[in-house]
């Protein structure tokens, strides 16, 4: 190598050094600020590119400005409001009063705090009769309005209380549009209060025996001194199977408020020991409860075959009245 190349090297090895700083305490923290974001760069640099037929000095790029941190979570997903303790507990009890919705298939419900302005929710029904249980856990009261398409199909208002109040509508829903749910509290249930509802097909609810219905499917036992005790939460089918050809003597009574339908069919025995319920019609009478006197009706009945009894319960009679039957040979 040449005086001269010499010469030019070492003046471009100072003018380099002169360029390049030490990184200070600064610099360091904007590099980790900037590992945090998108990636670390390197700070201010010199480079000496040789080129062809001579050499020329090259700085690297200047410390770009720092990297804009990632949005964090937060700042899409804002915090939800939080309510006080009291009302939380609420709004649990109201969510627990739903019930398992797997015993419910075709239901829908929610749950959420008392607004004292309507609030309007859209259910998802299809077509059919529906039952509109609505809770209320907390103070005041919650008016309901359901409607659909302008037209209301049913409206009433529920006390809210601690341990819950309750109320029943019933809904004839006709579309599979809706229908719309309206809901408004009083100023001592605004914000305070907790709510939950749900609408169930008739044909899932499963009522269950009261204690008057109960009560009187004994009395009807004692009058005719049988055993066998029907209650009325709904419609019901007794049935017995003989094992001779004869003439036999159907006897019936119930007890309590309203009227019963007693339907009475022959039929033949099935391979499981049941009646048949589609054969003849032997007897369709309508008795008043609260006239005691057991109805009596005969049927000759061939071999392998056998009586059913079908009870239907008038509005005042459902789950109050009760009734007892016997089954004899004459």
């Given at each position: 190598m040449t ?21 200070g305490a600064?610099?360091?923290r ?7 974001g998108?990636?670390a760069?390197a ?7 040789l ?12 410390e770009?400005?720092?990297?804009t ?10 915090p ?28 829908d419900?929610?749950?959420g ?14 077509p ?13 009261s ?22 819950g ?5 019933a ?20 914000g305070?209060a907790?709510?939950s ?16 219905t109960?009560?009187?499917a ?21 049935d017995?199977?003989?094992g ?14 309203g ?12 391979r ?8 003849r ?13 057991p ?11 056998g009586?059913?009894?079908?009870a ?16 004899d040979r004459?």
């Open positions: 005086d001269r190349l010499d010469e030019v090297l070492g003046r471009a090895r100072a003018s380099a050094l002169a360029e390049v700083r030490p990184p600064d610099q360091v904007r590099t980790v600020r900037r590992r945090r998108v990636a760069v700070g201010v640099t010199a480079a000496v590119v080129l062809a037929g001579g050499i020329a000095l090259a700085r690297g790029p200047q770009p400005p720092p990297a941190p990632a949005p964090s979570d937060s700042e899409f997903f804002p939800e409001p939080t309510i006080d303790p009291t009302t939380q507990a609420r709004y649990d009890r109201a969510s627990d009063a739903l019930g398992d919705r797997r015993l419910e298939p075709n239901s419900s929610t749950a705090v008392v607004s004292g302005s309507f609030g309007s929710g859209t259910a998802r029904l299809a059919g009769e529906y039952r509109l249980y609505v809770f209320c856990f907390g103070e005041g919650l008016d309901i309005r359901v409607t659909h398409a302008g037209k209301k199909l049913a409206a009433g208002t529920v006390p809210c209380a601690e341990e109040g309750s109320l029943q509508l809904v004839h829903q006709e579309s599979d549009q809706g229908p719309d749910l309206e809901l408004s509290g009083d100023e001592r249930a605004d305070k907790a709510f509802y749900k609408f169930v097909n008739e044909r899932d609810i499963k009522a269950s025996a009261g204690a008057e109960k009560a009187n004994e009395a009807a036992a004692a009058a005719l001194g049988v055993t066998g005790k029907v209650t009325t939460e709904d419609d019901k089918t007794v017995k199977a003989v001779e050809a004869g003439d036999y003597a159907v006897r019936m009574v119930c007890a309590g408020p009227r019963l339908s007693f339907i009475v069919r022959s039929g033949a025995t099935l499981d020991g049941t009646v048949a319920t589609n054969g019609t032997e007897s369709a009478q309508t008795v008043a409860c609260s006239d005691s006197r109805v009596t009706v005969d049927v000759a009945l061939g071999g392998k075959s009586i059913s009894i079908t239907e319960a008038d509005d005042a009679a459902r789950n109050r009245a009760g009734w007892s039957y016997s089954i004459k």
